[in-house]
């Protein structure tokens, strides 16, 4: 038997959003995160997990956001520096990954500076044309930015410079 985990993840509450956003904060001012409104934030809760310190603290988080009928995207993905190395990531991006599948999907997407994390975890680097050309007539109508990366569109670039898309085959996905 392990010993249990400092942490649980949990889908996250209202009340994490703050939370969230102080996590997020560091790494829009370093350039790795495009920022978000707290408003945006909320709009999105449910999209979240979040990974909570015995003592409440809020250490990590990541989102899911479905794109297509068979794609979704691993959003916001962020774990606070003291708890880097600790399987906080790992178990967010599972629990995440068990959410798209809950939901039908198949297929999992990513724009990382954190290649060797995600290979680890089965995403493998993908190139421009991933999905057929009628979806993405459909897509490029979103006006998600997440989106807009994902289809590599021009007026994204300058946010994504350095990134590696990602994409990942889900097993086991349910179909209701």
């Given at each position: 038997?392990?010993?249990?985990?400092?942490?649980?993840?949990?889908?996250?509450?209202?009340r994490?959003?703050?939370g969230?956003?102080?996590?997020?904060?560091?790494?829009?001012?370093?350039?790795?995160?495009?920022?978000?409104?707290?408003?945006?934030?909320?709009?999105?809760?449910?999209?979240?997990?979040?990974a909570?310190?015995?003592?409440?603290?809020?250490?990590?988080?990541?989102?899911?956001?479905?794109?297509?009928?068979d794609?979704?995207?691993?959003?916001?993905?962020?774990?606070?520096?003291?708890?880097?190395?600790?399987?906080?990531?790992?178990?967010?991006?599972?629990?995440?990954?068990?959410?798209?599948?809950?939901?039908?999907?198949?297929?999992?997407?990513?724009?990382?500076?954190?290649?060797?994390?995600?290979?680890?975890?089965?995403?493998?680097?993908?190139?421009?044309?991933?999905?057929?050309?009628?979806?993405?007539?459909?897509?490029?109508?979103?006006?998600?930015?997440?989106?807009?990366?994902?289809?590599?569109?021009?007026?994204?670039?300058?946010?994504?410079?350095?990134?590696?898309?990602?994409?990942?085959?889900?097993?086991?996905?349910?179909?209701?």
């Amino acid at each position: 038997m392990t010993a249990p985990q400092p942490y649980t993840v949990r889908p996250a509450l209202t009340r994490d959003v703050r939370g969230i956003q102080a996590l997020l904060e560091p790494y829009v001012q370093r350039r790795i995160l495009l920022g978000k409104d707290l408003v945006v934030l909320y709009e999105a809760t449910q999209q979240f997990v979040v990974a909570e310190a015995a003592d409440g603290t809020l250490i990590g988080c990541g989102a899911l956001h479905v794109m297509w009928e068979d794609l979704g995207e691993v959003r916001t993905l962020i774990v606070a520096d003291g708890w880097l190395h600790q399987g906080v990531g790992r178990n967010i991006v599972e629990r995440l990954e068990e959410n798209a599948r809950a939901l039908g999907l198949t297929r999992l997407f990513c724009l990382t500076f954190e290649v060797p994390f995600f290979e680890r975890r089965g995403f493998q680097t993908i190139g421009e044309q991933i999905v057929d050309p009628d979806v993405y007539s459909q897509l490029v109508r979103s006006p998600d930015e997440g989106i807009a990366e994902f289809l590599d569109l021009a007026h994204v670039k300058p946010n994504t410079l350095g990134n590696t898309r990602m994409l990942k085959q889900l097993n086991g996905a349910r179909h209701t």
